[in-house]
């Protein structure tokens, strides 16, 4: 294992934070950014809880950001948002100097019914485009093993297109654990014609049963020698921590021979992981 790009050219990486909701880890992440701006990112991303729960935050943590000399880009989420809503937040993103956004459809808080004048990310998309024209660099999420709504992968390309078509300038996916269907993905959208970048969206594996509970609830097939192995190591954090690395690691190796634009890091507050693996990939 332990496999390194043979590719002389630097792959570039880009990070993705979720808004703290202490001060503590305010701090925490804080010192999290600073040691991973060794990797030079393009840009870093911040979420955006369900319905917009984490707005504040959210535009508080970008805020920040900018303001430490780097690119920032906010999600932005539309679910149950008006018109006017959308309008008045992206005004105040362009006045704080944001320059890309992470366009989601976003969840529906808990006992919340579909409201608002938004439906789906494309929907979005269209919108920005018509409010603001070229200012944002949008993302669009994409889903190499299927959005766990889709009926079908046919149904999943053509939600994915639709967002292209609507005026989305790259994606980021779903983590996933398996080389191949990010690689089957990317091919089924060149072969329609979209032409847009889709950056492979990793996730260090930082814990076993979190790992194995959040990949469930979202969709994200953990292959079955992974989850076996895994669940071997019980609570030998050691264990996994090593196993962790060596198959990130490999995925990112491969991903990379395969001509991958860029990578995405899942970071969750965290720097650790992701410096091993970037150092061990000769990303730092």
Not at 1 to 24: G, H, I, Q
Not at 165 to 177: D, E, L, M, V
Not at 186 to 197: S, T, Y
Request: charged fraction near 20%; hydrophobic fraction near 40%; aromatic fraction near 8%.
């Amino acid at each position: 294992m332990n496999s390194t790009p043979t590719s002389t050219r630097r792959t570039p990486v880009s990070l993705e934070f979720f808004p703290p909701k202490t001060d503590a880890g305010a701090d925490k992440q804080r010192q999290a950014r600073a040691d991973l701006y060794a990797l030079q990112p393009e840009f870093c991303s911040v979420t955006y809880g369900a319905g917009g729960s984490t707005q504040e935050g959210t535009f508080r943590n970008v805020a920040e950001i900018l303001a430490e000399g780097q690119q920032a880009a906010s999600h932005f989420s539309c679910i149950g948002a008006t018109h006017e809503k959308v309008r008045t937040e992206l005004q105040q993103l362009k006045a704080m100097g944001v320059q890309r956004l992470v366009a989601l459809r976003g969840d529906l808080p808990s006992g919340y019914g579909l409201g608002g004048q938004f439906h789906y990310a494309s929907d979005l998309v269209a919108f920005i485009r018509a409010e603001t024209g070229d200012h944002f660099h949008i993302e669009v999420a994409a889903y190499p093993e299927m959005h766990p709504q889709a009926h079908s992968p046919k149904q999943d390309l053509q939600a994915f297109a639709s967002k292209v078509h609507a005026g989305a300038n790259s994606a980021i996916t779903q983590y996933f654990f398996n080389a191949d269907a990010y690689l089957r993905f990317r091919d089924e959208a060149q072969a329609l014609g979209l032409a847009i970048p889709i950056v492979p969206g990793i996730m260090p594996i930082m814990g076993s049963s979190q790992l194995l509970r959040f990949s469930d609830a979202c969709g994200a097939e953990v292959p079955r020698w992974m989850r076996t192995r895994l669940q071997s190591f019980g609570d030998d954090s050691a264990s996994i921590r090593a196993f962790g690395l060596d198959t990130i690691t490999d995925l990112c190796a491969r991903l990379i021979r395969e001509g991958v634009p860029s990578l995405h890091f899942y970071t969750m507050n965290q720097s650790p992981l992701v410096l091993e693996i970037s150092k061990r990939l000769n990303l730092v």
